[in-house]
């Protein structure tokens, strides 16, 4: 019969011989295999204080964005929760108030945006339905915790600060998707 | 009376160096097993981990104490104590060095140099398997008891080569004070060490230490893949931290038995040249240290094998010890007389 792949073997039966079934040299060559592995150079990485090295559009933890003069790009217009494949994201819209032009870019603006972190999968399809620039993943590693109630990443955990030194720089991310579309 | 003293000074010292040594097995232990695995093992606590046997030793003490209803109380408790005091029990009649003058007597570095020293030796060893077969037992469960009855086993099949083989050393030293038997050991340049005349004896004593302390691969007392925990299962907090731990001393008395019996003890090369310029103090303190180094040798090649050879099935156990090891133990024995009775 043909063979199905050139890769099948035939199965040998032979016995030991005398010095196989002694063990030793088989001892000593795996003796010899793990020592070799203690001069090895290790592989782990000791986290916290050292992190493994990751593209520059790593899809980390999210943020929302402000624009150049401080305001919050979000609209509220739900794009990114439908786009969410986990539906992780959930938000209340707000009309903008009289007075608050230096808060908010449009008329409307997030009240209260959510994302539960245990159900997003990370997949930047948020970040690719928003028609307003609002929200980017970073390249931030989203934290782990001990409960549940910690994975709740509220409106006030995800936006960024007004002052130009407290704005999360996504650039690279910009640029990299550039790139990626290239 | 200055000798009485010393000697209890050495308990207390031998006593806290075991305990020592074994805590620190510990941590190396998982060392050592990291490193093989290119891993980096325990690092958190202190530098380098050194502190993590501490870490362990109050996180057994913390743990909760867990005395099953339906087992047998007294001997529960007795389990974990006898094994414990078996374990250190053995490193009374181990020499650590050689004599020092006190009060114009020499007196050896040993807490009790009986002339059957030998014959103490395996009989500790062989008590020590009560403490896990009480253990097992008392639990009233049956993966405790399977644990014990195959650590019983194992421990009575590989006491027999183990004995053989220190026949065919009893009878080159022609005396059963392991003090004679590293004396013994001196050689013309200090290394007429008995693992060049007895190298098949050796290979058997090993591999049977390697049985009697529950070390891989001979580890099926305690196979955790298939009996649970072995005869510790039941077992919480700091009795089952005394099981571990004896376990530790059981290999780091082992590791100076080896070394006693086929590595010349603290013996080492043109010993003499060094002696002769040095003072009988410092010269005892530095056999004390080659000793304490060929022992912590041993400890690591302990580990080195741990994660080396996969554990044995119970059928290939008994089948190495008694039809492999015992004849071959009988047979170095055979030899080894007639070329002591040819040669006189």
Known sequence: MQPLSSRSKIVSNKTMSWSERLYIPAILAGLKVTLHHLFKKKVTVSYP?????????????HVLKRDDQGRENCTACGLCAIACPAEAITMVAEERQKGEETLYREEKYA??????????????LCEEACPK??????????????????????????????????????QARRKGQREGAM | MTILVFKILLVLVLF????????????????????IQDRLGPNRAGPFGILQPIADGIKMIMKEEIIPLTSNKILFVAGP?????????????????PSVTIDGMKVPLQVADINIGILYVMGVVSLGVYG???????????????????????????????GMSIIAIIMTTGSLSIGDMVTGQHGTWGMGWNIFVQPLGFLIFLICAFAECNRTPFDLPESETELVGGYHTEYSSMKLGFYLFAEYVNMFISSAIITCLYFGGYHFPFMDKVSAIMG???????????????????????MWVRWTIPRFRFDQLMNLGWKVLLPLSVLNMLATGTIIVLNS
């Not at chain 1, 009240?111 to 930047?124: D, S, V």
């Not at chain 1, 782990?144 to 720089?169: C, Q, V």
């Not at chain 2, 009480?134 to 006491?159: C, D, F, H, P």
Request: aromatic share 14%; net charge neutral.
């Open chain 1, 49 to 61: 204080e050292q992190t493994r090295p990751h593209s520059k559009f790593y899809r980390g933890r």
């Open chain 1, 111 to 124: 009240a209260e945006y959510n994302i539960n972190m245990l159900r997003c999968i990370f997949c930047g």
């Open chain 1, 133 to 170: 620039d609002a929200i980017y993943l970073t390249d931030t590693i989203s934290t782990s915790g001990y409960n549940r109630d910690t994975f709740l990443y509220t409106k006030d955990m995800l936006l960024e600060g007004a002052l130009p030194e407290t704005r999360i720089d996504i």
């Open chain 2, 16 to 35: 806290l160096i075991s305990l020592g040594v074994a805590a620190y097995s510990t941590y190396s232990e998982r060392k050592v097993a990291a490193f």
């Open chain 2, 81 to 97: 104590a006898i094994t414990m005091i078996t374990a250190l029990m053995t490193s009374a009649v181990i020499p650590w060095g």
């Open chain 2, 132 to 162: 896990i077969m009480i253990g097992g037992w008392a639990s009233n469960n049956k993966y405790a008891l399977l644990g014990a009855v195959r650590a019983s086993t194992q421990m009575i099949s590989y006491e027999l080569a183990m």
């Open chain 2, 280 to 302: 009988e103090v410092p010269f005892a303190i530095l056999c004390v240290m080659v000793f304490f180094l060929k022992i912590l040798f041993f400890i690591f090649f302990f």
